[in-house]
Each structure stands twice: as C-alpha cells, then as structure tokens.
C-alpha cells in the first residue's frame, strides 16, 4: 500500500504565493507520474499539474500555466507545487496523485482522475481577493 502524505497550503491574500509537497511512502511502489488536482464542494475533482517521474516533463491546466510550477525529488519520493500570482478561483482543496503506471494510458501526460492508482487526503488552499 502506498500513503501519499500533504503538506502546506494555507490561506492568502489574492497576488501571493503558496507551495504545498507530498510524500509518497510504502513497502515497494513504483511511480510512472505524480500530479495535484483539485476540487471546489459541489464540482468535479479537476486537473492541475502532473510530472513524469523519469523524464520531470510537466504539464499544466490552461489556467495555472506561467503561474505554477510542478516539481520532484526523486530521491525523497517527494512532489512539489509551487503557486504564484494566486487568485481567488484558485481556491480548493489540492490533492496529490500517484500513477504506478499499472492503469493503462495513451495519454502523453496523465491528467484524468482515473489514471492515478493513489491519493492523498487534501489540503485546503484558499486566496482572499
């Protein structure tokens, strides 16, 4: 089994800048991808950032580009979102993905739910305008 373990966020003024990691422990796992999603009460869990785990190629949501920035350390098993320029709409809980790569994908980069095998719990982002 596999624990992805949140950490950071917080509240901030529209403009400012927040950064949030996850860490990914267990017995034995490997990852093809880790990403952050997000989601508001009441809409679907959407796409943020996801990061290929051998190549560190990256993509983004339309909305985020320029501003966020995905990161890893392979060494720590650790995934990183940095978030700058914040902006009320990007208030949500964030939650860090993982893809062992097991769930088959044409995709050259995994952005849909379905394609990470695990999750971590969230955490609350909120930007004050």
């Known amino acids: 089994q596999v624990q992805l373990v949140e950490s950071g966020g917080g509240l901030v003024q529209a403009g400012g800048s927040l950064s949030v990691s996850c860490a990914a422990s267990?017995?034995?796992?490997?990852?093809?991808?880790m990403a952050w999603f997000r989601q508001i009460p009441g809409r679907e869990r959407e796409f943020v950032a996801t990061?290929?785990?051998?190549?560190?190629?990256?993509d983004y949501r339309d909305s985020v580009k320029g501003r966020f920035t995905i990161s890893r350390d392979s060494a720590k098993n650790t995934v990183y979102l940095q978030m700058n320029s914040l902006k009320p709409e990007d208030t949500a809980v964030y939650y860090c993905?993982?893809?062992?790569?097991?769930?088959?994908?044409?995709?050259?980069?995994?952005?849909?739910?379905?394609?990470?095998?695990?999750w971590g719990q969230g955490t609350q982002v909120t930007v004050s305008s």
């Open positions: 993905a993982l893809s062992s790569g097991s769930i088959y994908s044409s995709a050259r980069y995994r952005t849909q739910v379905y394609e990470y095998d695990y």
């Open positions: 990061i290929n785990w051998s190549s560190g190629a990256t």
């Open positions: 267990g017995r034995t796992f490997s990852v093809h991808a």
